[in-house]
């Protein structure tokens, strides 16, 4: 049976379709911006629900009803503080409220309130999509460029992505689903490292090239039997560069050890409520 079926049959089914499932919104790649935002969720979210309505009628008013200019402005600035966060839980942990032009909005409910429960946090808006590509450019020349089989969001906020494999066509998680998380990541760096040298010092190259990787509150390897994980995949780099300095290619064996240490195996299938207290 195909890979893409399966996903599309199964995985997809319990993510989005299933009542039994995670119940998230499936969302189609092209409406995921370049930098990873899936622009229709962060407008239904500020402008929907419950403590975002008054705040974003507020500010219709300054922008004369101009509703996609508003946003827009709004990623702008987000973008600039997802930039100087180091990943994006510890964006959404900062900024669960942040003000603009004057107006409070939220951009994360919490579980667990006190007052109202999770009344607040079923409002979230969790999603996922097929087939996102990313792609980095610099100077005019495509450096870097691959096709996370799903690509996840909170709120419009990119926090991660999924391999998946199937075991019908003798793959899995553990082996190939792993081995392509970190040879993408692998790749990255190296093409990072040819134009960064000594010319990031700010490192806002790195925070734009490799902030699929990096800014993800988790990546993941699965199969319909398990799934792995990473959440801090920055970490590999100073081991993937001392392995290759020189110009030394890392052979099998130091990739498979990179790989076995990396990602770790994980219950699947993890109650909607409890994601965000499970991967932030």
């Not at 992505?161 to 040879?183: M, P």
Request: glycine share 4%; hydrophobic share 40%.
């Amino acid at each position: 049976m195909h890979e893409t079926l399966i996903q599309d049959k199964y995985l997809l089914d319990f993510l989005t379709r299933d009542e039994f499932g995670l119940q998230f919104r499936e969302i189609k790649a092209n409406t995921v911006s370049s930098d990873l935002v899936a622009v229709a969720d962060l407008m239904d979210f500020l402008s929907e629900t419950e403590l975002n309505q008054a705040g974003w009628k507020q500010l219709l008013k300054k922008y004369s009803g101009d509703s996609k200019k508003l946003l827009n402005d709004i990623i702008v600035v987000l973008q600039e503080k997802i930039r100087d966060s180091t990943n994006m839980a510890i964006f959404l942990n900062s900024n669960k409220t942040f003000t603009f032009e004057g107006v409070k909005l939220n951009l994360f409910y919490p579980s667990g309130n006190t007052v109202g429960g999770d009344k607040l946090f079923n409002q979230n808006i969790f999603s996922v999509a097929q087939e996102v590509p990313y792609k980095f450019v610099y100077n005019d020349q495509q450096l870097f460029s691959f096709r996370p089989d799903l690509t996840f969001f909170i709120n419009g906020f990119y926090i991660g992505y999924s391999e998946f494999k199937s075991t019908f066509n003798n793959q899995n998680a553990s082996k190939q689903g792993r081995g392509k998380v970190v040879a993408d990541y692998l790749n990255a760096v190296q093409e990072y490292d040819k134009i960064a040298g000594n010319n990031d010092i700010n490192l806002s190259i790195r925070k734009d090239f490799l902030k699929v990787f990096e800014k993800a509150i988790f990546i993941t390897a699965t199969d319909i039997n398990d799934t792995f994980v990473i959440r801090d995949i920055e970490n590999l780099c100073v081991l993937i560069r001392d392995i290759t300095k020189e110009g030394n290619i890392m052979d099998n064996h130091q990739l498979e050890n990179l790989i076995a240490t990396a990602m770790k195996k994980v219950n699947a299938k993890i109650p909607k409520r409890s994601l965000y207290g499970h991967f932030f």
